[in-house]
């Protein structure tokens, strides 16, 4: 049984490579995003722990995204915060960029924004969130890696 096992395992294996070899210049020439954008990236702002998270995914340049940003302090969640983001590509000024966010509730805040087309093609981009409460401002940066563009 176990050989009859590993022998299909090798026939699928062997289907599988050259099923995959076949596709090769299509399936290699677009590696998947460095940073995942449909998982939550959870960082230190200060005293609070900031995720952020886009939709749909991956993140492209030229279409709304709608970004969610979680603020929480000793894992109770912060609603009375005014929070921003802004948008900057890596390496490059591609002009300010700032998205306010709304307050959804939960400590969560929502905003949509629009990654413009870089020139040189490039897709590194980083975004700051900054966090208000009160008279104290807190920012955190998070990389995001755009996905090509389809055309
Ligand atoms: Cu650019």
Redo the contacts with the bound molecule.
Sequence with gaps: MAKTHSLLSAAVGLLLATGIAGIAPVAFAVPPPAVRTDLAQTKAAGPYAVSLVFAPNPVRAMRDQLMTVTVSQGNRPVTQAVVSASLT?VG?D?GPNRVALRAIGKGRYQGSCVFPA???G?LEWRTTITVLVGRTKQTVTFPVQLAPQVR
């Design positions: 590509m490059m591609m870089c020139p040189s490039g």
